[in-house]
């Protein structure tokens, strides 16, 4: 729910130092053709017929069919990474790209500051049970601050002002950092790769998190009290992700030799190395 | 005779090196590649057409990086121990090109977010890591810089780029693997060739 979806995998590919931004502008193909003529001559600089022994990078990247992601699911995979890219180019990022045209950037911001707000039960829980009581703390002081200073969540006066930062830790590392293994890979509908491991602690967060319902009689902080304010909600989580998201996943897939397997080697080195932190 | 020649290597050896690297020493990693990144945060401000701010950029990032190591690297030393000096070449050049561009590409979606600087800390196998940190509209992300001691002679160079976990050479390890996998090299290379649309505009 919170850092699946596949667009936001786009994220990993910019190896820049600069991020995404709604009004990001192609550039046109002539501009294009003459840089890579730029890089062309460059590169015939660079020829050095001996690389010399790599063996220790070998050992650093590890044998490629040994690091290979486990994925006996790779047929239903591959067919719902399809359906998700058709639910995004014709569902979400039309309607992300109208929404940003209403709503400025700022507001869209907030919303999202609101909806991080908001699930600091997870990342509460999750931080406590990876013994991380630094950041335990800082969510905690954020949560009060951003509620009095913030407007209720919608600003971050507590990063802004102060420098806290969001603690984003979930159930799915929470079972890793005790050494559960992630099992085989899974697309999710909407919000793509995961694992089993994960997909597990998807659900153990939607249960007390505050934009479900689940279980809404006993747990009172819940806000939907049914599906169908699930769905709305939901509804606009993701549009308005996709709306600070735009432009990205375009790139990916223009990057991509496969974008299947770049989708879920990207995911999997990114769990990991969260789960390590 | 002798002395034109030994002039004639000297030349060829400066033209080869001189223009190719300019290798960091370990204790100018950090200060080097901050004035790098902001040079490039520079260009990107600049309102210069595309043209020109892609090449100012490649100038001044060309430098720093491993490209020959990187090409080997993607493709694991096996493959690339397997395949054909021109087969090699052909592939350097064409992953390469894909490599900047992919950069490139990335620098449009620039708008001015700030970077962190977090220090070169100590990696694997007596590496190098540059840690840097985005921060971005709705997370900050990390970006680490990998550098390799190349040829043991003190000169560090870029041979990975981290963009928030997630290996750019390790990705392409594992594609290229899994197209290896269904096709031979040289289809890999037509592919490679064919997603360059901008070699298809100029033929």
């Known amino acids: 729910m919170n850092a699946r979806k596949v667009f936001i995998i786009v994220l990993l590919l910019s190896y820049t130092n600069t991020f995404a931004d709604t009004n990001a502008t192609i550039q046109n193909d002539s501009t294009k053709s003459s840089m890579i003529s730029t890089t062309e001559s460059n590169t015939t600089n660079e020829i050095s017929t001996n690389i010399g022994d790599t063996t220790s990078f070998d050992e650093e990247f590890g044998d490629v069919n040994k690091t290979a992601v486990f994925d006996p699911f790779s047929g239903y995979n591959k067919f719902m990474t399809n359906v998700n890219d058709k639910f995004y180019k014709n569902i979400a990022e039309p309607i992300a790209m109208g929404y940003s045209k209403i709503l400025p950037e700022k507001a869209r911001i907030s919303v999202n500051n609101f909806i991080h707000h908001l699930r600091f039960p997870i990342r509460l829980a999750n931080n406590l049970l990876q013994f991380k009581i630094k950041n335990s703390a800082e969510e905690t002081g954020r949560f009060v601050v951003n509620t009095i200073f913030g407007l209720g969540g919608f600003f971050d006066p507590a990063k802004t002002d102060l420098g806290w930062e969001r603690h984003d830790e979930d159930l799915g590392q929470t079972l890793g950092f005790y050494g559960l293994p992630e099992g085989p890979y899974i697309v999710l509908p909407i919000l793509g790769s995961s694992n089993l491991r994960d997909t597990v602690g998807l659900a153990g967060d939607t249960y007390i998190s505050p934009l479900n319902s689940a279980d809404a009689d006993n747990i009172w902080y819940k806000i939907p009290q049914n599906t169908t304010q699930d769905i709305l909600i939901g509804g606009v989580e993701v549009i308005n992700k996709t709306s600070l998201h735009l432009g990205e996943y375009d790139l990916i897939k223009k990057d991509a030799l496969d974008l299947y397997a770049f989708l879920r080697d990207a995911y999997t080195q990114q769990r990991r190395q969260k789960i390590k932190e | ?203």
């Open chain 2, 1 to 203: 005779m002798i002395k034109i020649n030994k002039l004639l290597k000297i030349f060829l050896i400066l033209a080869t090196f001189g223009t190719q690297s300019f290798a960091l020493r370990q204790n100018e990693i950090e200060p080097v590649m901050h004035s790098k990144i902001e040079k490039v945060l520079t260009v990107l401000r600049k309102k210069e057409s595309n043209t020109i701010r892609g090449q100012e950029i490649i100038r001044t990032m060309d430098p720093v990086f491993d490209y020959s190591l990187m090409s080997k690297l993607a493709l694991s030393s096996k493959t690339w121990d397997s395949i054909t000096p021109t087969q090699q070449k052909e592939f350097r050049k064409l992953f390469i090109t894909r490599l900047k561009q992919s950069y490139l590409d990335k620098l449009d979606l620039y708008n001015n977010q700030k970077v962190i600087y977090k220090g070169v800390k100590p990696y694997q196998k007596g590496r190098l890591q540059l840690q840097t940190e985005v921060v971005g509209k709705d997370e900050t992300y990390k970006i680490n810089y990998n550098f390799h001691n190349s040829k043991n002679s003190g000169d560090w160079l870029i041979y990975d780029v981290e963009l928030a976990g997630v290996s750019i050479i390790q990705t392409y390890r594992q594609q290229f693997a899994g197209l290896l996998k269904e096709k031979s090299f040289d289809e890999v290379l037509t592919q490679l060739r064919e997603n360059q649309p901008l070699k298809a505009k100029k033929s």
